[in-house]
């Protein structure tokens, strides 16, 4: 069965540093998503991209986050400058269609630890 | 924007009973997802609830969706320790899920 998956599992960098997160998503899938979840809450939504573009986006995600399609398969997450707030669990997923109408599968994530 | 709030947001059962979680969201969503955690781990899929009245079982777990009093539930039977982890609802807003609190379930042998 088909499954989004993300590299690397876990991240370890100091404040300040630039981190590039990695998702591949389900290879028909056309809607791609970042969301994060700090320890022991609930999971945020980030930003969602759909045919090149950011197509919403939380208030979470300001100038330090940025994303992109590099090429047909890898949708990445990129933190500029890392701040120790940072620090969470980041989940990409995938959906066939728009989320309103389509369920959303997510990967396993990647622990980001900003010390 | 899409609020969702579950509760209880702690569980504590004994193995053998029953209990059900609760997930109220804000405005009218015509579907409804519920995901299971582990510790450290990514969002299972559970359930996928489409339409107001839909109900959806699979083993000692059963979901259901009321669009009009905007409410799921997800109804554990007789429980099992397996059955420990975190539940969340997540309802849809244009493109992005609204994901709740998350309830911590605990079955205590």
């Known amino acids: 069965e088909p499954e989004v998956t993300q590299t690397p599992s876990h991240q370890v960098t100091q404040m300040g540093q630039e981190v590039i997160l990695r998702c591949v998503p389900i290879s028909n899938h056309l809607y791609f998503y970042w969301y994060r979840q700090i320890l022991g809450q609930k999971v945020e939504f980030l930003v969602s991209?759909?045919?090149?573009?950011?197509?919403?986006k939380s208030e979470i995600f300001d100038d330090q986050f940025s994303v992109e399609r590099p090429d047909g398969s890898n949708f990445t997450l990129k933190i500029r400058s890392t701040k120790l707030e940072d620090s969470a669990m980041y989940f990409c997923?995938?959906?066939?269609?728009?989320?309103?109408?389509?369920?959303?599968?997510f990967g396993p994530g990647t622990r980001l630890t900003v010390l | 924007e899409l609020k969702v709030e579950q509760n209880p947001l702690f569980l504590s059962m004994q193995e053998g009973k029953n209990y059900t979680i609760y997930c109220n969201y804000s405005?009218?969503?015509?579907?409804l997802y519920w995901y299971r955690q582990d510790p450290g781990k990514s969002l299972e899929s559970l359930f996928v609830?489409?339409?107001?009245?839909a109900v959806k079982q699979e083993g000692r777990l059963m979901a259901s969706l009321d669009t009009k009093a905007r409410l799921s539930t997800l109804h554990i039977t007789a429980a099992v320790h397996d059955l420990s982890a975190t539940y969340f609802c997540?309802?849809?807003?244009?493109?992005?899920?609204?994901f709740g609190t998350g309830t911590s379930l605990t079955v205590i042998p």
């Open positions: 991209f759909y045919n090149n573009e950011i197509s919403e």
């Open positions: 405005t009218t969503s015509d579907r």
């Open positions: 997540a309802g849809p807003r244009g493109n992005q899920f609204y």
């Open positions: 997923a995938s959906s066939p269609g728009t989320a309103s109408y389509n369920e959303q599968f």
């Open positions: 609830l489409l339409s107001n009245g």
